[in-house]
């Protein structure tokens, strides 16, 4: 059975939140590891060659990542999340997994990224303690990926001890090291009502 289009439309648009997310956490690693290197990123893109009688061209092109020495070590960062039932925060702890995507990318332009994740459970006090034990393991800059009021513990925390922040999922505190990805409301409706155009409608 063909399904109605307006289930299909519906269909579409609880995906297309849920992609826009997983690939702010990918952008989040890709441009927390600029910070810390303090280089912009050299992307080595493999020009398309002219199919052959038994070639076929890719869909994608393979891009490694790559980026200047970084002193001989590998770049370390710290991903917050929150875990725990009904705390605040908890709903981005599977689209946070694009920062597994974006550490895999880099290691292909052999940049290694090694991610140490840590659980602020949607509190202040124990994002604080998130960024403490962060920082005890060395990390160079953090990826939140949680929301809420209560990532002012983080962000001051780390602004205390000069480890860049970037924001995923919220713009709570930015400024004076603190970076967001965050759209605002209006820039994701558009974006939003550009996907559901694209769905086909019944004649």
């Known amino acids: ?9 519906e269909q579409t648009s609880r995906r297309v939140p849920l992609t826009i997310i997983g690939w702010g956490a990918l952008l989040g690693v890709l441009l927390l590891v600029i910070v810390v290197a303090a280089h912009l990123l050299r992307p080595d893109i493999r020009p398309l060659r002219a199919p052959g009688d038994t070639e076929a061209i890719a869909p994608v092109v393979p891009q490694e990542i790559t980026l200047p020495n970084n ?4 770049a370390k960062i710290g991903i917050i999340m929150t875990y725990g039932e009904d705390a605040e925060g908890s709903e981005w702890v599977l689209p946070a997994q694009g920062a597994a995507v974006a ?3 880099l290691d292909l332009g052999k940049t290694p990224v090694q991610l140490t994740v840590a659980n602020d459970k949607g509190t202040p ?3 604080r303690d998130a ?5 005890s393991e060395g990390v160079q800059g953090i990826i939140i990926s949680s929301s ?4 002012k513990g983080a962000t001051s925390a780390a602004r205390e001890s000069s480890i860049p922040v970037i924001e995923v999922y919220d713009s709570v505190d930015t400024g004076r090291g603190v970076w967001s990805l965050a759209p605002t409301p209006s820039s ?3 974006r939003i009502c550009r996907l559901r155009s694209r769905v086909p409608r019944a004649s």
């Open 1 to 9: 059975m063909t399904p109605e289009p307006q289930l299909e439309e």
């Open 71 to 74: 002193n001989n070590r590998d």
């Open 103 to 105: 550490a895999h990318r």
């Open 125 to 127: 006090d124990e994002a």
């Open 131 to 135: 960024v403490e034990k962060l920082k």
């Open 148 to 151: 809420g009021e209560h990532i």
């Open 188 to 190: 994701f409706r558009r």
